[in-house]
């Protein structure tokens, strides 16, 4: 079997940098965000625990970095997370550079109901939040998030208190007003 590899460098012309190149803006925090929620994901379907543990240590590898993980990325380095594997890096790059990892996509396409999935757009809404919301607050949509969040029903709900509350309301009237802002 051969296998095909070309590795894709951008490279700045002089006066530019390298962030100024990239297609996507993905933090570190937001490349953690979606390892920690596969990690979560491949947890509830009961996959391989070295699997999981390997999406744990990569999350916070990545957010123990000194440096943003797409300039590292862009020069086409491999990013000094102790335990990153090839394939690992591979779907971090596709993240970075596109703002997507298909990998993530199918996972949350077949293992997750798809108001479950639209709740998860709203930040630090993970998958187990969002089943949470769904299952016990019987909120199946961001602006339902919004509302409850604003007239404080989430309260009641337990793991649910005051801040997160408010940080909820917060995520999802960012995402809502992004969207507005997009139409």
Known sequence: MF???????LMPEPGERVEDLLPARVSNQ???E???NIATILEMQQANPYRILAYRNAARGVLAL???IAPI????QKPPVPGLGDRLTRKITELVMTGHM???DDLCEESLPEDVRDLMRVPHVGPRTALKLVGQAGVHSVPDLLRLAQQQRLRVYYGFGERSERRLAEGALAVLSNEASAA
């Open 3 to 9: 296998q095909f590899t070309q590795m894709v460098q």
């Open 30 to 32: 937001q490349v953690a």
């Open 34 to 36: 979606v390892l920690f």
């Open 66 to 68: 000194p440096e943003p």
């Open 73 to 76: 990325l862009a020069r086409g």
């Open 102 to 104: 298909t990998f993530y």
